[in-house]
């Protein structure tokens, strides 16, 4: 290589401001390549070609610049390809792109983590903050891509010093205190803010701010403050996570389907370790019936059979609709509750009136029948019978099935 080339590799290489244009060609190059962006395959062909093309670019330079060089790419490919998602196209090409994107920039970020130097010290880092802030602050749309993590990430593997936190964190607290923007920005300044405060141990702050949001009425995602019990627990920082979790747990706020099910696996982690089952119960029950299936799990730990048949019977559930595990269990242990779920699936069935219901009505009976014959209340099960055979004497197509079941003569 001349002196001339290798000196404007090099003057490129270090030189941030140098970057996007290159970065911005590369994907204008790459996109005018190909016709339809809502293909998987033409997105995907979009995408290796313009990483084909940073890869040239920087092939020559120093490890550290083009790993930043490549890994600002991919950040600028995630935003370009978030706003043809949002415009164009949609389904499994979006989630299969997302996917192979989000793969591709944790890849690359590992990478540099590896390389001792790199987060450290080297200016590049400013160029990826500076795109992260912009999606995080300019645009009132929802994302795609998890930019805060990818915020609080780049943050998290930084040494003191490499960014100006005190400024971050000044900048953050004038978004929370600003009306005259959309409410989005202030849920994202709440989240980004909750992590310098952590460092400094400011939890009850963080706890006061989220409850200021409730109480003004505005949106709280309990999925973007979960995440730090998680970090406690993989710590061993219990006591920390429990005041976290019982705090998040207490908030009045509507809950995801995927959120409730975090709080409910974090929740069983604590009510063993601590026996804390009654407190575990109680929120159990307050967030059905999205709990379901930990609410009953949890009502047969603590050998609440009966609590455990009134919800099956609330929910009008069939005796083929309960888990078999729990259903034998139930009646290997106070087999007599069970009978209630039979009478009320058998009066069910014959409430439909139809040939086939009836034939399952049937099947019930005799299955009742048995269970009655193992308690030894045969006597019971002869007045049951006769009240229904009485009751639906007219009903000549169930008269029929439970002769043919030989239920009655």
Known sequence: MSSTV????????????????MIVRAFQQASSQVSAYFHYSSMMELIQRYQHTLAQQSAHWEAAPRRWFQFQGLLYAMKKVEELLKSAWAGSSQTWTMHYLEDAWFREFAALCEEHSAIVHDPQAQGSRQLIHERLWSDAHPFIFDWALIYRLLWDNLEPGVFDEAAEVAFLEEQLRRADRAPVFEQRAMVAITYFYLKEDKDEAIWAMLRRAVEAGKQVHLADYL?????????EQWVRALTWLRQLSAFP????????????QYWQTFADKYDLHDEYLAYLRQWLPWSDDYYQEQLLHMGQYEQWVEWQLHKRCYPADVERRQWKMVEKAAPHLLLPIYHQAIAGLIRLKQRKAYQEATKLMKKLRTLYRKQKKQDQWQRYLVHLTTRFARLRALQEEMRKGQLIN
């Open 6 to 21: 290798e000196a404007k590799h090099k003057s490129f290489q270090h030189s941030v401001e140098a970057w996007q244009p």
């Open 227 to 235: 995440v730090y019990v998680a970090d406690f627990m993989q710590r």
């Open 253 to 264: 706020v509507a809950l995801l389907v995927g959120e409730t099910v975090t709080l409910c």
